[in-house]
C-alpha cells in the first residue's frame, strides 16, 4: 500500500491537484503494480514564507 507524499507551496487550482493526484496514481500503479484503491497521495500545502532554500526565504 503505498503512500506518497507531496509538499507543495499552497496556490494551486482543485483542478490542477486533482489532476496531479491522478497522475502520480497512475504512474506509482504502472511502476509497482499496486492496485490503483491501494495508493494513497497526501499533498501538504506550505504558506509562503514558511520554508527556505539556502537559507533565504521561499515567497
Known amino acids: 500500500m503505498p503512500f506518497i507524499h507531496v ?4 496556490g ?4 490542477s491537484l486533482t489532476k ?3 497522475e ?3 504512474a506509482v500503479h504502472k511502476n ?8 494513497h497521495v497526501i499533498i501538504n500545502e ?3 514564507g514558511t520554508y527556505a532554500v539556502d ?3 521561499k515567497a
Open 46 to 48: 506550505m504558506q509562503p
Open 24 to 26: 502520480i496514481t497512475e
Open 20 to 22: 496531479m493526484m491522478e
Open 7 to 10: 509538499e507543495l507551496v499552497a
Open 12 to 15: 494551486r487550482s482543485q483542478e
Open 32 to 39: 509497482t503494480g499496486a492496485p490503483k484503491e491501494h495508493i
Open 55 to 57: 537559507g533565504k526565504w
